[in-house]
């Protein structure tokens, strides 16, 4: 795929201010502060209330990417506001757009990357589909259940426990390669290498 059908949109989900920045939830805001730092960028506010960060990804040359990554400056359920936004002043198609987010269902550091879809009671999702339609890729960045009795609304918005911190890099990381190879090799490629 070819920049002549538009830049690529990488939203990492979130919710802003440094209470959240180390939640199980933020994981998309991780994933995409790495992206950015692999572009050599530093993120800034944009009039679609989100920061952005300019770039390409992928070899020099025409086999890379024009990417741009945000982190939605709104809460996790109203994601959707900046991420159509986005779309219109990049003029990115849907199907380029790929969101981050934490995923319940699948285990701690397990990725599956697909397109299109529910949204699994995840409101994030539900906002981004109710504003663009479900035909946006998928990061889904696994988190596990919540144990015993804990309701998921806490689970969610608690950080990571010290356990799940010692990997939490290298599994930020990896997320980061699945983001780079769906943009750059295509959805088949990134999930025949990533999908866990």
Same mark, same amino acid.
């Given at each position: 795929m070819s920049d002549a059908v538009g830049p690529w949109l990488v939203v990492g989900l979130g919710n802003p201010g440094p209470e959240y920045a180390a939640n199980r939830h933020n994981v998309g805001f991780m994933v995409a502060d790495l992206l950015?730092?692999?572009?050599?960028?530093?993120? &800034?506010?944009?009039?679609?209330?989100?920061?952005?960060?300019?770039? *390409?990804?992928?070899?020099?040359?025409?086999?890379?990417? *024009?990417?741009?990554?945000?982190?939605?400056?709104? +809460?996790?359920?109203?994601?959707?506001?900046? !991420? !159509?936004? #986005?779309? %219109?002043?990049?003029?990115?198609?849907?199907?380029?757009?790929v969101a981050i987010h934490d995923e319940l269902d699948i285990d701690y550091g397990a990725l599956r990357l697909k397109l299109g879809g529910g949204d699994n009671g995840h409101?994030?999702?539900?906002?981004? !589909?109710?504003? #663009?339609?479900?035909?946006?890729?998928?990061? *889904? +960045?696994?988190?596990?259940?919540?144990?015993?009795?804990?309701?998921?609304? %806490?689970?969610? #918005? &608690? %950080? +990571?426990?010290?356990?799940?911190? *010692?990997e939490l890099d290298y599994f930020v990381d990896r997320a980061a390669d699945a983001v780079e190879t769906l943009i750059v090799d295509g959805l088949e490629r990134a999930q025949s290498s990533y999908n866990t």
């Open positions: 950015a730092e692999r572009m050599g960028g530093r993120f &800034k506010a944009h009039k679609a209330r989100a920061q952005v960060v300019e770039g *390409r990804v992928g070899p020099p040359g025409p086999g890379s990417r *024009r990417v741009v990554v945000a982190k939605p400056l709104s +809460f996790m359920n109203l994601s959707g506001g900046p !991420t !159509t936004a #986005l779309r %219109d002043f990049y003029k990115v198609p849907v199907a380029n757009i409101n994030g999702l539900k906002s981004i !589909t109710k504003s #663009l339609g479900a035909e946006y890729h998928r990061v *889904r +960045f696994g988190i596990g259940r919540p144990p015993g009795r804990m309701q998921v609304a %806490d689970f969610v #918005l &608690k %950080d +990571f426990s010290s356990a799940e911190r *010692r």
